[in-house]
């Protein structure tokens, strides 16, 4: 729980607000056209009930009095109330489908600024989050805002004007009952209050556990191979359960308390018409109450009657809007997530040279590419891209306290491969982590092409860096499209060479459609090496100057990684590459190679030199010793 | 063939509530329909005549009756909440259970973003509509009656005119629901896609930041969102005639009554007051029927959801159990008898061809090719995770589809190739192995593993917690509580699937010296990637393109094998071990 839960009114009003702005924002005319709807179909309503009224007194009575009747004047009364009928349906339709638009519309927009803020929030939040949870606030508690705003909105705006209308005819008949009335509905007040709030925190942990067991179901599922192969189901059932049982607790809580509203409220409303009945009936008889006769209490009973009827309408959509005002705080907390902080200003452009051999900037693709480094004079400088990563004393802790990176200092010239070997949780894959600023550091630790890492905007830096992780994550699409995923403007060829490259085109060649078999499920029915090919070829196609390869060939058998490595060093060919592997063969012929235990790096040189040195490099490759 | 379910045979306990709640709704109604013919006495005897005593008799009978009604009104409202959540929750849980049952080909007929679907905003709409049903559309229809029945009583011949709305209404409703239907069908199947995008790219995330491909995954969700906004939209809006529909009729009837009805009083038929009557109970009506479009919006709604809800319940897993099953699986031998398998079950396109295989209990078969030969394929088969589409896998000498799958899997532990750790302790997921091991075994699994060393190192040891999908450990820390987890079943047949490969040297011969040592009698299926993993294997299998191309101990295949000869000189020259 958040500190701020302490003060849910504050956010309740807050979270409206917001929501308002949603349906502002967009669909402010449709909105003001609602209104205007809700507001004839209820005048016309309200109007063909007089008008129903009058109808015998003025014309039914009348005809009962000739002697020869003659009906034109009923028959021109009952057209002018098929009109109004008419006119309240036809409006009644109106707002309904606008109000369909609308809600729909703040739905789609919720959603699509939610991916969109998704998008710039740093990994630390994909790594400390339930994936299923994340997803519950796509579907169920954008949901929640459905019913609200298309069913619940015009509703209690319709049965506000109905209680504004009542109140204005009992204010202008008697001051003195109205008061009573009043007193009525500061009881009913009261009562919503006190439910609405009970109901509110049971919807709001209901919301909470129906997004614990979307995570649960998520987790379970993508594991679901270990679960049967372990016979672990009916522990996952119990798991199961449990969750499940938590939010059948708190959802009927919620809806009991919704539910138990309404007959409350209907019936202090009848309370209220016998308490005016007597009381008015006992003012009016026994004389002291001025001015009240026994028509204006009737007259008010009718009055007090059209103010419940609407107040228990009310009431009947109020487990919706309850509902909904927690979805959308769940909504909004994922919307106020800090986003990833940038505040990088050197970009990464395409340039050429000029006659003087001075670079500049163009739009063509030129294939070389330089950082456009603004200067305090309001120019701009530009210096090649070339991947010359340095790092200067970098230490990091993903935790305060718990210090992963000991005084890192490295460098990388262009062109050279640099690799890291060393136990598992020496901290490898945190200095990947570091470079493409997933995480980041203090300023000035990390330079690249001269420039601190921080100074260069994310995208950018990440543009200009290759990245083959260990785990691999294939999208929904065909093969070709999961290749070109590295670089969007790729032709075919481009995408079937960097699939040579990476030897997958064979094998991709075997697939039923070749390359335009569809990949479903994380490419579920491909094997975990050939799913690793194809990520190096997602790479490759980026073509960067700078790649950095996490584990990339572990699931490679050792002769298929011998290819993609031929084909990766001459792609790579004068860039930088950092490989990070366990297999000693991956990284034999790089240029250096780091050594690293504990977070620090214990010995560096290339691989005669580490052998000859006879230290931990040279026992991790005769397998006498392992680094712990 | 088994009996379908419904989803009535869900609501199981809560029966009782189901049908308490429209009791006492009707009750409730009962004291609706009468309060306001007592506040109507009470204004016309009491307040009009100016007779206080009335007025009291009247007051009284009143608040009894609201408080009454209050009473009922509430107990229905706790019964319905109680029904309709708790039904909801008896349909996740039968759901759920069906889920645990299902094959990976079944699991991939649905994906994992619409089984999501239907467990999570399903059931929130069939619970709403339940909830509907069992109070709203209860109690309308009988305030429809009362009403129509008393108009009848005031005048047979004017009430006659609701029968003929009807059928209009009817066949309005009727072709509002079904046009509308389909397109609900549609609107959620685009949910379960709409959760695939996001899932995939939580799960990708540091893919699509490390290509910037942020505005891309944007436009690759908005589309959805989108379609998800038109089909819904449209949907909805067929759903908007419903009310003016109901209205035009209500009010079509009340003009008809109107005119008619004048002319009954003229004739002397009708009293004014009676025509008086008949109008409010014709507001009634309207209002129940308002009422009842409203209910009907959520069932039209709630039908698409039933239906995808009873598809995964009626869903019946292709693996299945044999009638009369083995339970007790004898020893570890494995017998494959000219094997074929096709992920497409088409024989066609088989990745696993005629493979056969004898291996004795106890011996320690490796298994080596290069990326895509179909090992992890192979050795899927035997404890049935896939069942052969040609030959058959026997262990312990039986058929293993005459097994009880449980039996079977309990005696086959698999360390998986894309190792799954769960969120929990280590003790946790350790225990996934064995539910009863003690701590002792916990440490004696994790010893053989050689993953105790780097536990203790952690400052909370074996009360680690271990995140989501194990994402604060390293990989082969991973892999060696993986290990561990298996060690701890004490299966007869252990497979490990690359399950070492970000273990280094050093511990991996640790490891398989514990294997020999502590644990002889288990056969042991070993594939790696390099030939230190296995060359001391009793047989090591060379597979190549789906079929074993050559089968011998380490000496035969050096001298047999071209392909064997191949790998293993090339992870040698240099000398010393390659890798570690």
Redesign the interface.
């Known amino acids: 729980m958040k500190p701020d839960h302490a003060r849910p009114s504050v956010k309740k009003s807050q979270t409206i607000r917001r929501l308002l702005r949603y349906v502002g924002r967009g669909y402010a005319v449709k909105f003001v056209l609602v209104l205007i709807c809700i507001m004839v179909s209820a005048i016309a309503s309200v109007s ?2 007089l008008f ?1 009224g009058s ?2 007194d003025d ?3 009348p ?2 009095a000739m002697d020869n ?1 003659v ?1 034109d004047g ?2 021109h009364a ?1 057209i002018l ?2 009109c109004l ?2 006119t ?3 409006c ?2 109106a707002y ?2 606008l ?3 609308i ?3 703040v ?2 927009k919720i ?2 600024d939610l ?2 803020h ?3 929030l740093p ?1 630390k939040y ?3 989050h ?3 949870d ?3 606030i ?3 508690d954008v ?1 929640t805002l459905r ?1 609200m705003l ?2 619940s909105i015009p509703q209690v705006i319709n049965s506000m004007m109905m209680i504004v209308v009542a109140l204005i005819g009992m204010l202008t008949t008697d001051l003195l009952l109205t008061g009573v009335v009043i007193l009525c509905v500061a009881a009913m007040l009261g009562v919503t209050r006190f439910l609405a709030g009970r109901s509110g925190r049971h919807f709001v942990r209901q919301q909470v556990k ?1 997004g614990d ?3 649960y ?17 009916e ?3 119990e798991g ?2 449990a969750v ?2 938590a ?2 607790e708190s ?6 308390y ?7 409220l ?2 202090i409303g ?2 209220q ?2 308490i005016i ?2 009381a ?3 003012l ?2 026994s004389g002291i109450g001025s001015g009240i006769t ?1 028509g204006v ?2 007259t008010f ?1 009718q009055l007090s ?1 059209s103010l419940s009827n609407p107040i228990s309408q009310i009431s009947q959509q109020l487990n919706s809007v309850v509902m909904a005002l927690a979805g959308a705080q769940r909504i909004f907390d994922l919307m106020d997530e800090p986003a990833e902080e940038d505040h990088g200003t050197v970009t990464l452009v395409n340039v050429a040279f000029d006659q003087d051999d001075k670079l500049y900037e163009t739009k063509e693709h030129t294939n070389l590419w330089a950082w456009k480094v603004p200067q305090e004079d309001g120019s701009y400088k530009y210096t090649k891209l070339a991947g010359d990563v340095r790092f200067d004393h970098v230490d990091f802790a993903y935790e305060e306290g718990k210090t992963i990176l000991h005084d890192i200092s490295l460098f990388a010239k262009p062109g050279q491969k640099l690799a890291f ?1 060393g ?3 020496a901290g490898k ?1 945190t200095i990947t982590n570091l470079i ?1 600023r ?1 995480y980041d550091i203090a300023d000035g630790k990390i330079h690249y092409d001269g420039i601190s890492i921080n100074d260069i905007k994310k ?1 950018d830096l ?2 200009s ?1 290759g ?1 083959v ?3 691999t ?4 699409g065909t093969v070709r499209e999961n290749i070109r ?2 670089n ?1 403007d790729a032709t075919d060829e481009e995408v079937e060479a960097a699939a040579v490259l990476a030897n997958a085109d064979d ?1 991709i060649r075997r697939l ?1 459609q070749g390359y335009d078999t569809m990949l ?3 490419g ?7 799913r ?2 194809i990520a190096i070829a ?1 790479a490759a196609v ?1 073509d960067p100057p700078v790649m950095i390869l996490d ?1 990339a060939t ?7 990684e ?1 290819i993609v490595q031929r084909g990766m060093d001459s792609l790579m060919c004068g860039r930088t590459v950092f490989v990070i592997a ?4 991956t990284v ?1 012929n790089s240029d250096a190679i780091m050594v690293l235990d504990h977070g620090r790096i214990v010995e560096r040189g290339d691989h005669e030199d580490l052998i000859a040195q006879h230290g931990v490099y040279y026992q ?9 | 063939m088994k009996k379908k379910r419904s989803l009535i045979s869900c609501i199981q306990e809560f029966k009782r509530d189901t049908i308490l709640t429209p009791i006492f709704v009707i009750g409730e109604v009962a004291f609706d329909v009468f309060i306001p013919m007592m506040t109507g006495k009470l204004l016309d005897e009491g307040v009009k005549a100016g007779n206080m005593s009335r007025i009291f008799q009247y007051g009284i009978l009143v608040v009894v009756m609201a408080l009454m009604a209050l009473l009922l009104g509430a107990l229905s409202g706790r019964f319905a909440a109680r029904a309709s959540t708790g039904f909801s929750r008896n349909l996740r849980r039968e759901m759920y259970r069906n889920v645990q049952k299902f094959s990976f080909a079944n699991i991939d007929k649905f994906s994992t973003g619409g089984i999501i679907t239907r467990l999570t905003t399903d059931v929130t709409n069939v619970q709403m509509a339940f909830m509907m049903i069992i109070r709203i559309a209860v109690r309308c229809p009988i305030m429809l009656i009362c009403a129509w029945g008393l108009t009848f009583s005031i005048n047979p011949k004017l009430a006659l005119i609701f029968l003929i709305v009807i059928p209009v209404l009817a066949v309005g409703l009727l072709v509002i629901m079904k046009s509308a239907h389909p397109l609900f069908e549609r609107v959620f199947k685009k949910y379960d896609w709409l959760n695939n995008v996001v899932q995939e790219n939580l799960l990708g995330i540091r893919v699509v930041k490390s290509f910037v491909r942020e505005d891309h995954e944007r436009e690759k969700f908005g589309k959805v969102s989108n379609e998800i906004y038109m089909d819904f939209t449209k949907a909805e809006k067929i759903l908007s005639f419903n009310m003016p529909l109901m209205q035009l009729c209500v009010y079509g009837c009340m003009l008809t009554v109107s005119w008619l009805g004048a002319n009954l009083v003229v004739g002397g038929q009708l009293t004014t007051g009676q025509l008086t009557s008949m109008f409010s109970y014709i507001m009634m009506i309207l209002m129940s029927l308002m009422m009842l479009s409203m209910v009907l919006v959520q069932i039209v709604l709630a039908r698409a959801s039933a239906e995808r809800i009873v598809e995964l319940l009626n869903e019946e897993s292709d693996l299945k159990n044999g009638p009369d099953p083995v339970k007790e699986v004898k020893d570890g031998s494995v017998v494959f008898e000219n094997v074929g398998f096709s992920y497409a079950r088409d024989p066609e396109k088989e990745c696993l061809k005629g493979v056969d295989l004898t291996i004795r209990s106890g011996e320690t078969v490796g298994i080596l090719g290069g990326t895509g030969t179909s090992k992890t394929t192979l050795v899927q088969l035997i404890p049935r995770l896939y069942d052969a589409t040609e030959g058959r896998v026997l262990v312990g000498g039986v058929d293993v589809r005459d097994y009880d799958m449980e039996a079977l899997r309990e005696q086959v532990a698999m360390v998986l190739q894309k190792n799954v750790l769960f969120s929990g302790t280590i003790k946790e997921n350790l225990r996934w192995g064995n539910k009863e091991a003690t701590d002792e075994e916990l440490v004696r699994a994790c010893e053989l593993a050689q993953a105790d060393g780097f536990i203790r190192e952690f400052p909370d040891q074996y009360d680690t917690h271990i995140e989501q999908g194990g994402s604060n450990v390293s990989g082969g820390q991973k892999q060696r509580l993986c290990i561990a987890r298996a060690l701890l079943k004490k299966p007869r047949i252990l497979i490990l699937d690359d399950s070492t490969s970000a273990v280094d040297t050093k511990t991996d011969a640790l490891i398989r010296k514990a294997f020999r040592e502590e644990i002889p009698d288990t056969t042991k299926f070993i594939i790696a990637q390099r030939i230190s993993s296995i060359e001391d294997a009793d047989q090591i299998l060379v597979m190549d393109g789906g079929r074993v191309a050559a089968m011998g101990t380490h000496e035969e295949l050096l001298g047999s094998c071209d392909i064997y000869r191949e790998i293993y000189e090339s992870q040698t020259k240099g000398g010393g071990e390659d890798e570690a």
Do not use: W
């Open positions: 063909a009930a129903l109808l015998i014309y039914i009575t005809l009962l009747p009906f009923l028959i009952l109330m098929g009928y008419l309240g349906a036809l009644a339709l309904n489908r109000m369909v638009t809600s729909q519309g739905q789609k959603r699509d991916f969109s998704m998008q710039s990994i994909f790594d400390t339930a994936h299923g994340i997803m519950s796509y579907t169920n949901d019913q298309s069913q129906l067991l979307n995570g179901i998520e987790e379970m599922i993508n594991g679901q191979k270990v679960v049967k192969v372990f016979c672990h189901e522990e996952a059932q199961f359960d499940n049982d939010l059948f959802a009927d809580k919620a809806n009991k919704a539910n138990i509203l309404m007959p409350i209907i019936n009848n309370i018409y016998v009945a007597m008015g009936g006992a009016a008889l026994l209490i009737a009973l009657k070997v136990a598992t949780g894959t493409n997933f995208t990440r543009r860096l990245i992780l260990q785990d994550n294939l999208f929904t995923y590295g969007l094998f039923p479903t499920g994380n579920a029915n491909l094997s975990q090496g050939q690793q090919l997602r980026a584990e572990s699931s490679i058998d050792t002769r298929t011998a366990h297999r000693l063969s034999r991790l490759y005769t397998g006498a010793f392992e680094l712990e």
